[in-house]
Each structure stands twice: as C-alpha cells, then as structure tokens.
C-alpha cells in the first residue's frame, strides 16, 4: 500500500458490530465480560479503547512500525519515554531542542537522576564525544525549531547501533508524509499529534512508535502504568485528521517552497531557514532524508529588533499570531518573546533566534492570499 492509500486503511475496517465506515468512538470506560476472564480484547479504557487502538495501529503502519501508543499529549509520549530509563543513565539530546521537551528533562527527570548532555547533533562527532557507559538513550527532533536544522538520522543510528545506545526521533515537523525515522534506523518515533497528525488545531495528544518487540513490551507496560491516555473522542479526531494527511502535507509544502522563495527575494528579509532552499546549510541533508520540505519558515530581518519584528507581527491580518503549528491554518509567531523567551540571550542569539526572528507554520491556504499578507505586513 501506498502512502495516500494506507493513511485511509492501513490497520482499519469498519465496524464489525454496525459496519459503520468511520471508526465509531468508544466512549466506554470498561467492557462487559462474558465469563470470568472472557473479554473481546478490551477490559478497562486505560489498559486498551478500541477507538485508540485503530489510531495506534493505523501510525504505527504509517512509520512501518510494529507498535504505536497514545497518550494525552506529546510531552506525556515523551515522559513514556523518559521513564524506559534509571537513575544513573545519560541521555544526549540536540541543543536546539523543543522547550517544552527541555523543561520536562531538566526540572523533571534530572531530579530522579537521569543525566541529560545538549549538544549540536548536526556535528556527529560531538555526539560521539559525549558517548560513554551510562548513555541509553539518543533523542532527536529534525527539522529543530525555530532555524530549521536537520540532523542526520542515518548516521545518527550507525552511532547509536555501535553503542548499543536506543535512537528516539521527534518527527513532529516532519510526520513520516516527509520522513520515516525508523526506516533510517532509529528505534521509537515520537509525535505531538497536536500538529500536523491532528491537523486541525482542536486537539492536544501525544503518540509513539517502535519497531522492537522488546521495547513495545516496556513502552506498553508503562502506558499502561503510568496511565497517561489520550480518550476515544481525541483519538477520532487524530483519526480523522490523519485521513487527509498527505493532501494537507502535500499543500503545506507547496505553500511553503512559494512562500520560501518569496522571502528569499524580499529585501526587508535576511535569512530565510526553510530546509528546502539550496542555502540552507543542511540541505544536503534534507534531500537525503525527507521526501520534501514542509511548511515550517522562520525568517529574520534586516533590522534585527525586536520592536521591529513586533510591528510586523502586530500586522498580519491572515496568520494568526499564536503558539503551536501544523494546522490547516497558518501561524505567526516571535521565538524571542513567545516560545524561546526563558533562553539566556547571549544562548539565544548564538543559536540564531535573533530578536527580529518571525517563524511561520505555512497553512493550506492559497499561497497568493498569504503572500499578499505578508507583503503588507512587511511593508
Ligand atoms: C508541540 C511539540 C511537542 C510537545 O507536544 P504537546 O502535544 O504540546 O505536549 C514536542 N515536540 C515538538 C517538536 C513540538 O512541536
């Protein structure tokens, strides 16, 4: 099957009770028992929901996985994770990483004494350096947020294999529409659904996918542990939305490229990170590995201040000026003051989150409306 037809059927059927084609949503908390012991496959909502169960499954084709699970959001995915460790263990992670996954490391974990190293993983070698015994874990996030890096899977995994160290791949921004990290040798693929999985900006979850039959043993073992489930009506929705993933995709990408491009040329505009531009510096990288480019961009200004970027973002009139991304409709927002605001400065800027830093999340939109927005907003 491929990819446009398995979004819509791989690992569903309808229903066998009704034959209804959408996945009904089991709002049930338990399941009656025929006998002592004698169940369908479903006892109690947080041990398994035959609605979760068909989004679990349909994922996990999606990232030719053997396993996925849910959860109530992709910071609680990533806690599910975390918890596969002990006290003692390291973790090496990027240092342009998601600011929520990095509070959840530093305030959270390191208290139970895992040890997490952030380091600029589009330098192997720095990864390598940072190696030793008590690493058991490698988390990656590729494309990284806000300037676009793009780390290489593939030589990520040789790394990780030669260790014996575990390689967990964000695939938020990319969603395996553009990138499947376990077919690049990486061991569980995690998703904020909340993007562009759901689609549609109405629900928070969390999903994660392995292709070990040991490791979906532990991971189920602490979903069900820890109980950190997403419910039958969330998964619906994420359900739903994956259904027109790749025609979302598709379009998020065009308007991307068009609105890249565009920005590329303006001469308010300074850089412009959007991996699929020839003067990105990973874009070898990105070829390599993704299939096309998304529609993440972030871009700064000529006039890098903040007062600056600010007037332009007071302007659009179409993006709406929010956290979050990957929906059908397009966001702005200020890295500086919004999502990378508890950054030290002197951090920030090294990492390119400039002051005048804008990041857009490209909707579906027609790409002709947003550029006219945002060439009023620049103007
Ligand atoms: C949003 C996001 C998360 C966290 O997911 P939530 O659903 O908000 O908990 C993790 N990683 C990336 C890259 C994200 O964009």
Redesign the pocket.
């Known amino acids: 099957m491929k990819f446009g037809t398995k979004v819509i059927h791989a690992a569903l059927s309808p229903d066998e009770a009704t034959g209804a084609v959408m996945t009904p949503i089991y709002q049930t908390s338990t399941f009656a028992q025929s006998e002592v012991g004698k169940h369908k496959g479903f006892e109690y909502s947080r041990t398994g929901n035959p609605t979760r169960k068909a989004l679990e499954d349909n994922i996990a084709a999606l990232e030719n996985g053997i396993f996925g699970a849910a959860f109530g ?4 995915a ?1 806690d599910c994770v975390i918890k596969m460790l002990k006290p003692g263990d390291e973790v090496i992670s990027t240092n342009d990483l ?1 600011g ?2 990095y509070r959840l490391f530093t305030t959270i974990f390191e208290q139970y004494g895992i040890q997490f190293h952030f380091v600029p993983m589009d330098d192997l070698d720095a990864v390598e350096a940072c190696l030793n015994k008590r690493t058991k874990l490698i988390w990656v ?1 590729t494309p990284t ?1 806000p300037t676009m890096q793009i780390i290489d899977i593939k030589g990520m995994a040789k790394i990780s294999k030669k260790y014996n160290v575990i390689l967990a791949v ?1 695939n ?2 990319a969603t395996p529409y553009l990138q499947r990290p376990l077919d690049l040798g990486a061991d569980i693929v995690m998703h ?4 562009y999985l759901g689609g549609h900006s109405d629900v ?3 999903i994660l996918v392995v292709r070990d039959a040991d490791i979906a043993k532990e991971m189920y073992r602490i979903q069900n542990s820890s109980g950190a489930i997403c419910g039958p009506m969330d998964s619906f929705l994420v359900l739903r939305g994956i259904k027109t993933l790749h025609l979302r995709m598709k379009a998020h990408c065009e308007n991307g490229r068009k609105i890249a491009h565009y920005l590329e040329n303006h001469p308010k505009v300074d850089n412009v990170y959007w991996p699929g531009l020839t003067t990105h510096k990973n874009h070898t990288i990105a070829k390599d590995q993704m299939d096309d480019f998304g529609g993440m961009i972030s871009f700064s200004l000529k006039d890098d201040k903040e007062h600056t970027a600010i007037n332009v973002l007071n302007r659009f009139k179409l993006f709406s000026l929010a956290e ?2 990957g929906g059908v409709e397009s966001l702005v927002g200020h890295p500086a003051s919004m999502t990378h605001a508890a950054i030290p400065k002197a951090e920030r800027i090294k990492s390119g989150v400039v002051d005048s830093l804008i990041r857009l999340s490209v909707g579906v939109e027609d790409a002709e409306d947003l550029i006219a927005d945002l060439e009023q907003a620049l103007r």
Request: charged share 15%.
């Open positions: 959001s992709g910071l609680a990533i998601y929520g996954s996030e947020n964000d938020t921004f904020s659904a909340t993007k928070v979850m969390g979050s991304l």
